[in-house]
């Protein structure tokens, strides 16, 4: 049973450019969340997406955007990089949109030069 | 004031003692808590949950709740090399829908031979 899978695991963008992480739920979960995790903090929630539409979202601006597809699978997009952008982006997933218990994937390293 | 504190640590404990995380949150609507333990460069692995006042017992780990107290910690008996990692405290709100998780900024547990 895989559990959450995100791709790619490492990214080197410059500022100004655009740039999408993916994402694959755990088996028999139908609700993504998405964090950004800088060096030495807690992750921070961007947003949430069940069945297909953003449920919740953070203080995060609308350069941060995302999708949900039909299969349950997720990506993120980040448009107009700033060095500030560079983190561990991490997917996590849950059977429910109220249910508990969130699976992280291994995240996605973000560096933005 | 951060909506979930901890000490950012590094807590050091020799092998075979107890250690002793700790967590406030703000937000008195909180309704569930949980633990998450990250090793360097890796992604949160959820190690324990506890939703209502008391303890909650997991092999060597012990969740401690106190919601009057807006307090929530961790205890890991018999602590081992193997435990040295942060340990991200995370709360939510059910209340309203979504299951956003709001972390602390982490603790540095460090055990040592």
């Known amino acids: 049973d895989a559990g959450v899978t995100q791709s790619p695991t490492h990214l080197i963008k410059t500022r100004g450019q655009q740039v999408t992480l993916r994402c694959s739920p755990k088996s028999g979960h139908d609700t993504v969340s998405w964090y950004q995790q800088a060096l030495g903090q807690g992750p921070q929630f961007i947003f949430q997406?069940?069945?297909?539409?953003?449920?919740q979202r953070g203080n995060f601006p609308d350069r941060f955007s995302g999708h949900q597809f039909p299969n349950y699978s997720s990506e993120l997009n980040v448009n107009a990089l700033l060095l500030g952008d560079s983190a561990l982006y991490l997917c996590?997933?849950?059977?429910?949109?109220?249910?508990?218990?969130?699976?992280f994937g291994a995240g996605t390293r973000l560096s933005v030069l | 004031q951060k909506e979930v504190e901890q000490n950012s640590g590094p807590l050091s404990v020799p092998e075979g003692a107890i250690a002793s995380l700790n967590c406030t949150y703000s937000d008195r609507g909180s309704q569930s808590f949980f633990w998450y333990r990250q090793y360097s460069g890796k992604s949160p692995e959820l190690i324990m949950s506890?939703?209502?006042?008391g303890d909650k017992e997991d092999g060597r780990f012990t969740a401690q709740l106190n919601k009057a107290s807006q307090y929530v910690s961790l205890l890991i008996r018999d602590s081992q090399p193997s435990d040295s990692a942060t340990y991200l405290c995370?709360?939510?709100?059910?209340?309203?829908?979504?299951?956003?998780?709001?972390f602390g900024t982490g603790t540095q547990l460090k055990v040592e031979l």
């Open positions: 995370a709360v939510k709100r059910t209340a309203g829908g979504g299951n956003k998780l709001t």
């Open positions: 506890i939703y209502s006042n």
């Open positions: 996590a997933s849950s059977p429910g949109l109220a249910k508990n218990i969130q699976y």
């Open positions: 997406y069940y069945e297909e539409e953003e449920r």
